[in-house]
């Protein structure tokens, strides 16, 4: 079983799960050479537009898509804007609760987002929606799970 985030987004599928995977690939790459007994943890390779809007405020940055997405994460979970330090410390391989898997296209603007949460249906998931949202999302719906036969099958339709 894979859990599934569905994401309606304010840009085309593509441009949205490009996005998406520029940031998740360099908070990877960072935190596998990080040190989490460390007080903070570099942030060199993040994407400029995310470290912007992940500074713990919503305020219209240089990247429209990225403020408008965390305005609807505050809006829509009542939660504050994470902070980048706070989100990037969730990806200790020790405590993160999901491995990403794969984005497939729903339609011109949806896409589903696949992650591999070892068959839980709940489980530590909010620093993945934060990132949903900040990379330009309306709504994210989820997690659910569904079966790696869903996913081979909705595999057809890559969003990258």
Do not use: H
Not at 28 to 53: G, K, S
Not at 106 to 124: K, M
Not at 129 to 134: C, E, F, H, K, T
């Amino acid at each position: 079983m894979l859990a599934t985030f569905l994401i309606d987004a304010s840009m085309d599928a593509i441009s949205y799960v490009a996005r998406l995977r520029s940031v998740l690939s360099a908070a990877i790459r960072t935190v596998n050479q990080a040190e989490f007994d460390e007080e903070r943890i570099p942030e060199t390779l993040i994407p400029a537009w995310f470290a912007e809007v992940t500074r713990g405020s919503v305020v219209v940055g240089g990247d429209a898509a990225a403020s408008w997405g965390a305005q609807q994460y505050v809006s829509r979970r009542g939660e504050e804007p994470w902070d980048l330090q706070d989100w990037l410390f969730c990806f200790d391989p020790q405590l993160r609760g999901w491995a990403w898997w794969d984005a497939t296209r729903i339609s011109q603007s949806a896409v589903l987002l696949w992650v591999d949460s070892s068959g839980e249906p709940v489980f530590p998931c909010e620093e993945f929606r934060w990132l949903a949202y900040a990379c330009g999302a309306k709504t994210v719906e989820g997690p659910n799970l569904r079966s790696v036969l869903e996913w081979r099958q909705s595999s057809q339709r890559p969003a990258t």
